[in-house]
């Protein structure tokens, strides 16, 4: 008798898992080569960047949904939060009737770095823009990984998945008005900037 597990023999498990494992391993590692050659020159590390992306996506929020919704460990956030609020990006709050929860916003200074990175973006030195661009030639879009996103939904919920589907929005809109303020009209910064958020997405 073949052995199974959820309507699959244990080792097509075994085998999808490994494999899964392995690819995940090698996109986060070109990602985080990607990430980290964009935020170095302002000395943000990768987790110190998600949290500020998240941040200025969904607004004030408490440190622990950051860590939530970011896949950190909550003192991984906390930590990283703490470093920000020292170098003046983001402000941790306590509220009057919850003072368990610690709440996080970005300053001023935290959006302005926002955009400077997103400005700073060049896809021709990017490894995942590298790996798709190919795919965006033949399909003339980007890869939306349908069955991912539905994997993951079924995992984490459909709060993360809003959440990745909508990276630094509002500092994309604050940079499509700031560029066109320059003379670009708002189809062609749109399409300048599509470029510079498609690994975030």
Not at 15 to 27: E, G, P, V, Y
Not at 99 to 111: E, P, S
Not at 138 to 159: K, N, T, W
Not at 168 to 185: H, K, P, V, W, Y
Request: hydrophobic letters at 40%.
């Amino acid at each position: 008798m073949v052995n199974q597990l959820g309507g699959c023999t244990i080792k097509e498990g075994v085998l999808f898992s490994m494999k899964i494992m392995q690819m995940s391993k090698a996109l986060w590692r070109a990602i985080e080569e990607d990430v980290e050659l964009l935020t170095s020159p302002y000395e943000i590390n990768l987790n110190e960047y998600h949290i500020m992306v998240l941040v200025n996506n969904i607004g004030k929020s408490s440190v622990s949904k950051i860590a939530t919704l970011g896949l950190m460990h909550i003192s991984t956030a906390f930590n990283f939060s703490k470093k920000l609020q020292e170098k003046g990006y983001v402000k941790l709050l306590k509220e009057r009737g919850d003072m368990r929860n610690t709440y996080i916003i970005l300053t001023q200074d935290g959006k302005n770095l926002l955009l400077d990175i997103i400005s700073s973006y060049d896809p021709d030195k990017m490894k995942i823009h590298e790996g798709i661009s190919s795919l965006k030639k033949v399909y003339g879009m980007y890869p939306e990984f349908l069955d991912l996103e539905a994997v993951i939904r079924l995992i984490y919920g459909e709060e993360l998945i809003k959440v990745a589907n909508h990276p630094l929005q509002t500092a994309r809109e604050d940079l499509l008005e700031q560029e066109s303020s320059f003379g670009m009209n708002k189809q062609e910064v749109s399409n300048k900037l599509e470029l510079r958020l498609i690994f975030t997405n």
